[in-house]
Nanobody, 122 residues
Framework: QVQLVESGGGAEQAGGSLTLSCTASRIPECMGWFRQAPGKEREGVATANIVGSPTYYADSVKGRFTIVRNNAQNTIYLQMTSLKPEDTAMYYC??????????????????WGQGTQVTVSS
């Protein structure tokens, strides 16, 4: 069993930055971030294996968001810059054993955090 605890959400103006953190009770091979806006399906944002480069970024966040793993602290971060109102969503940390798939599909991930809200105003 893996427990995930997110932090770092909040309100920010468009163009600003936020960093989300997720600490795991034990470290699985694949960890990542998903988000769900009101009335929309949950979508993958970014994922990364325990070693190596990130495995996935959504097209909508490429060049603006960076996923970083700190394996020594069982923590991943999502560094978000140039925030847009359309980034407003509940952000969830997710994890699975085994390598990250090249896509980011909700059903592939077994462990989930409770989410942290990000609100971007224009």
């Amino acid at each position: 069993q893996v427990q995930l605890v997110e932090s770092g959400g909040g309100a920010e103006q468009a163009g600003g930055s936020l960093t989300l953190s997720c600490t795991a009770s034990r470290i699985p091979e694949c960890m990542g971030w998903f988000r769900q806006a009101p009335g929309k399906e949950r979508e993958g944002v970014a994922t990364a294996n325990i070693v190596g480069s990130p495995t996935y970024y959504a097209d909508s966040v490429k060049g603006r968001f960076t996923i970083v793993r700190n394996n020594a602290q069982n923590t991943i971060y999502l560094q978000m810059t140039s925030l847009k109102p359309e980034d407003t969503a509940m952000y969830y940390c997710a994890a699975k054993y085994g390598d990250c798939p090249t896509s980011a599909v909700e059903i592939q991930y077994k462990y989930w955090g409770q989410g942290t809200q990000v609100t971007v105003s224009s």
